[in-house]
């Protein structure tokens, strides 16, 4: 266990610590803070009006407001609840990738600090947290919780994680679709090395069940820049056969692709509102968890 | 189709290429192994990717070694020629059979020389493409094929073989020679086997039966020369037949020649007579395209000698079938005046009846010997130049004169055989007749009946070499009641044929100016003995007219074809051969074998003092008599222009290797006036390549 906490920097975990998720809407739960849950209910906070629909509770009509204006109002109040985040991390062989020409961490250890970073700032805050691990297929899950100890589960977890297998987010998130609770958060962190094309769909299904979906791009910057030299035989970490060429031929063609790639992935997750954050592994976590959470906070306070 | 370089030093700048190898090897970038994760993203962007520097280094390399070999390549003078390549041509240590086909349809002309002298270069030109460790060998297939040259590593010793070669006068015989080429194989010492095949592809060597059991694993391959001949044969003389037309004084000679014309168009060609090699008579023959014509020939023959001719037709591209020898020998028959010096009323008391029919048993002549009774009477009216043999059967007198008239006739080359009898006046014959007979003739001698016998103790007389023994026994118990004796004269010579059992000569002979006398002294009818009534007086009275005639040393077979041995018939004298080159030949043995040449073989008969022991005379003994001649032909079956084709021999030659080329005579210079020079071309491709190799270098 000492070893497993040792992997992560504490330093980061402190200053991730200071920093606060703010939810975007109204906070479900019982413990009221910073985090605003988009559901509307039932509360002691009082939210709003609303006509009245056939359907609707009668004893939520306010009956002064109806004889004033001799209409049908129903009262809405504000919900705050606890929030239940769902961590999905990939583990496939691609994640493991080790670059041969820099000190640079590797995505996975990167992945890694940052899922331990996200879950203890949401445990701070008391919400529940649960780790599901995956390459095409489910690897090990965390159910959510809000305890406090619960970060010694999920930290085990992370330690034994060994990159492997091919990676198949579509199918997984469709899989989890059904099983995730509904109105709950999803943090997917993955390089998205996958050439299957159902991602799409499988956000939408999950964002059609409402829940609240956030992606981690990982990349470290050899897969973007391709800066190697030479004739190279490159063995996938995956199953795609081997290939041997000189970088410098493709490098052009490999950016451009690699480019579309985010983009694309971008672009799907602005169309169904899905958070995306795109990480490079040689950017500090901090300064990109802080500058993720900052944005969220501005964007809330619009 | 083929690819020569006329200065082939400059190849050696082929080992340039391995330059620009060296270089690639040398700064060939080591190849780094990389665990990546987007490998599928590399490969879509390698596929989509113009810049593939892999292949263009490879490329860069390849125009690199070309225009470095195109160049030295160019600088060697490069020469193609669409002629076959020498495919065949092995760089290994070889056995080589090379089959050479020296019959005489191979003496047809191809422009300034024969497919045979073509054969012989091409034979020469590819030595010199084997290695020097092959071994080599050649097969004549000329019948009877024969090995000429066993195996030999040394390439000077074969080629000074090859040199001696001539086109020869004989028909093909491929089987054989493919026989004798298997056999040589199979004690070759090398493992690469072949067989060279040089032949005009002449149906008439091809014969199926010849080729009965004839299978070898090795490669034959077959080169057609009929594809240099440049003019065709037009024709040949076929066949000749020799007829003679008596005449009252003298005789016609008739010559039946069939001319055969081989082109498609009708052939107007120049037919001659040669006798004795005079030319004497010539005619022209329109011959039908593809079809014989006989032209028959007469001409009168004033002397009664044996002739020599040839019949010849005008020049073509195959001169070996343009002529063809006859001989001719006037009279086959013996002539013989029989005169019956005691003709009687009943015939077959008369002197001359057993004779007669001992000489000629049958109405038509089957012995040869046509006899002429006569009596003493109608002498006058013969003419003794008719006759080749005079018997005298009991003869007491000739006519007044006559006696110098048959010296003459003997003098000339005639023969006189003397019968006794009680008509036979001594004093006359030993006078008048002195200058002839090699005896005087003494008294009749009479014996009791069984008391007087042939005396037979050996038979090596030539007369004598015909009777068995049972026969000489059976004349041995012969009855004579009477004979003549004889004393010898002094300045005669002369031969006792056979005694009498009391030790007296019963018959002589002796040679009187070129002619001969043979006396029997007894009767030639059954006065004086029993004789005439034995089996044996026939063959007896026969032989010794035809040994009187000379005609014992008949020549039965008298015209042959290339290669026929010639047989004589008879062992009692050496005969001297002359070839028509001029070569003399002692011919010891019965058969004479080297009949190779076609033209007129004449013989001699070699003196009995001759002992010449070298069987190849330089010169004719002195007193060398001619005997007769014979005529060698070529067998007409090898000029006919048929050819066999490529199915044919792979049908005969079933389950072997074969390949067929077309000769190609390839010079160690080529001729650039048979080939496309393609240096220029070359060194346009240097040029392009220099271009392609810097397109690519400017674009990496």
Redesign the interface.
């Known amino acids: 266990m000492e070893n497993s906490t040792q992997k992560f920097d504490a330093k980061v975990l402190s200053r991730i610590s200071t920093l606060k998720m703010t939810a975007m809407n109204l906070v479900d739960g019982l413990l009221t803070g910073q985090h605003r849950s988009r559901h509307k209910g039932s509360s002691v906070e009082f939210a709003e009006y609303k006509d009245y629909s056939p359907g609707d509770e009668i004893r939520h009509i306010d009956w002064k407001v109806a004889g004033k204006t001799d209409k049908y109002h129903v009262k809405q109040f504000e919900q705050s609840t606890n929030l239940k985040c769902t961590v999905l991390l990939d583990t496939s062989g691609s994640m493991g990738y080790q670059s041969p020409l820099n000190g640079h961490s590797s995505k996975m250890e990167y992945a890694s600090n940052l899922v331990a970073a996200l879950s203890y700032l949401l445990l701070k805050q008391f919400d529940a947290v649960g780790l599901t691990m995956f390459n095409d297929q489910v690897v090990e899950h965390i159910p959510p919780r809000s305890k406090a100890s619960h970060f010694q589960h999920i930290l085990h977890g992370l330690a034994h994680i060994s990159p492997q297998g091919t990676t198949g987010v579509a199918d997984v998130l469709a899989g989890l679709a059904e099983r995730l609770p509904r109105r709950s958060m999803l943090i997917l962190v993955s390089d998205f090395f996958t050439q299957n094309q159902d991602l799409q769909k499988s956000l939408k299904l999950l964002c059609s069940r409402g829940l609240e979906v956030v992606l981690f791009h990982v990349l470290h910057p050899d897969e973007i820049h391709l800066p190697f030299e030479g004739d190279m035989v490159f063995e996938s970490l995956e199953e795609d056969p081997t290939l041997g060429l000189d970088p410098q031929d493709i490098r052009e063609e490999y950016q451009k692709a690699i480019q579309d790639h985010i983009n694309s992935l971008k672009k799907d997750c602005n169309g169904l509102g899905v958070d995306y954050v795109f990480l490079d592994t040689s950017e500090s976590l901090d300064q990109a968890l802080s500058y993720y959470l900052l944005k969220r906070k501005s964007i809330i306070k619009l | 189709m083929s690819l020569n370089f006329s200065t082939p030093l400059f190849l050696f700048g082929l080992l340039g290429v391995s330059l620009p190898v060296l270089i690639h090897l040398l700064t060939r970038?080591?190849?780094?192994?990389?665990?990546?994760?987007?490998?599928?993203?590399?490969?879509?962007?390698?596929k989509?990717?113009i810049?593939?520097?892999?292949p263009n280094r490879l490329l860069l390399l390849l125009a690199r070694c070309l225009a470095i070999a195109l160049f030295s390549m160019a600088l060697a003078n490069p020469i193609f020629s669409f002629r076959q390549s020498e495919a065949f041509l092995s760089t290994s240590p070889s056995s080589i059979v090379f089959i050479l086909d020296d019959s005489y349809s191979m003496g047809t002309r191809a422009k300034d020389k024969t497919l045979f002298d073509s054969a012989l270069v091409y034979i020469s030109e590819t030595l010199k493409n084997f290695s020097d460790n092959s071994e080599f060998s050649m097969v004549l297939a000329s019948s009877p094929a024969r090995v000429e040259q066993d195996w030999t590593p040394d390439k000077s010793t074969f080629i000074g073989r090859l040199e001696e070669q001539v086109v020869s006068y004989r028909a093909t015989h491929i089987g054989d020679a493919v026989g004798k080429a298997i056999k040589l194989l199979e004690s070759a010492k090398q493992k690469n086997k072949q067989i060279f095949l040089l032949t005009d592809m002449d149906k008439n060597g091809w014969k199926e039966e010849t080729f009965f059991g004839v299978t070898t694993p090795y490669p034959i391959q077959l080169l057609n020369f009929s594809q240099l001949q440049s003019d065709s044969n037009k024709g040949m003389v076929k066949s000749i037949k020799i007829s003679q037309e008596f005449l009252t004084r003298s005789r016609l000679l008739r010559v039946k020649a069939e001319i055969k014309n081989f082109s498609s168009t009708v052939n107007r060609m120049p037919l001659s007579l040669f006798l004795e090699g005079k030319l004497m008579k010539e005619e022209f023959l329109d011959i039908p395209p593809r079809q014989s014509l006989i032209q028959e020939f007469s001409y009168p023959l004033r002397r009664n000698q044996p002739l020599n001719g040839k019949i010849q037709i005008s020049d073509d591209a195959l001169p070996a079938d343009n002529s063809r020898y006859f001989p001719f020998h006037p009279s086959q028959n013996i002539q013989v005046l029989v005169v019956d010096g005691d003709p009687e009323a009943i015939s077959h008391q008369s002197e001359s009846f057993y004779l007669e029919r001992a000489l000629n048993p049958f109405s038509v002549s089957l012995s040869h010997i046509d006899p002429t009774i006569s009596t003493l009477a109608e002498l006058s009216l013969r003419n003794l130049s008719d006759f080749s043999v005079v018997i005298l059967a009991n003869v007491r007198e000739l006519p007044s004169g006559y006696e110098l008239e048959l010296e003459k006739f003997v003098l000339n080359g005639g023969a006189l055989l003397l019968g006794m009898g009680d008509q036979v006046d001594p004093k006359y014959f030993n006078e008048r007749l002195g200058n002839l007979l090699p005896v005087r003739l003494e008294s009749q001698y009479q014996v009791k009946e069984g008391a007087l016998h042939l005396l037979l103790k050996n038979s090596t007389h030539p007369v004598m070499q015909v009777f068995s023994p049972k026969a000489l026994e059976e004349m041995r118990r012969i009855n004579f009641y009477s004979m003549y004796t004889v004393q010898a004269r002094e300045d005669k010579k002369f031969k006792v044929g056979t005694w009498f059992s009391n030790q007296h000569p019963a018959v002589i002979e002796s040679e009187v100016g070129k002619g001969i006398v043979v006396m029997f002294l007894s009767s030639l009818d059954r006065d004086w003995n029993d004789f005439p009534i034995q089996p044996t007086y026939l063959p007896w009275v026969q032989r010794w007219t035809q040994y009187a005639a000379r005609g014992l040393d008949n020549i039965p077979q008298q015209d042959l074809l290339v290669g026929e041995p010639f047989r004589k018939n008879t062992l009692d004298s050496r005969w001297i051969v002359r070839s028509p080159d001029g070569n003399l030949h002692k011919l010891e043995n019965e058969v004479f074998n080297d009949t190779f040449q076609p033209g007129v073989y004449r013989l001699f008969s070699l003196p009995s003092t001759d002992t010449a022991e070298p069987n190849l005379l330089a010169k004719l003994p002195q007193g060398a008599q001619p005997v007769g001649t014979f005529t060698v032909n070529i067998d007409t079956r090898e000029s006919e222009p048929g050819k066999i084709s490529q199915k044919e021999i792979e049908n005969l030659l079933e389950g072997m290797k074969l390949e067929f080329l077309e000769p190609q005579i390839q010079s160690t210079q080529p001729n650039t006036s048979e080939g496309i020079p393609l240096a220029t071309p070359f060194l346009l491709m240097v040029a392009g390549m220099l271009l392609i190799e810097g397109w690519m270098v400017r674009k990496e």
């Open positions: 970038r080591q190849q780094k192994q990389i665990r990546f994760s987007a490998v599928y993203l590399l490969s879509q962007s390698k989509r990717s810049r593939k520097s892999r």
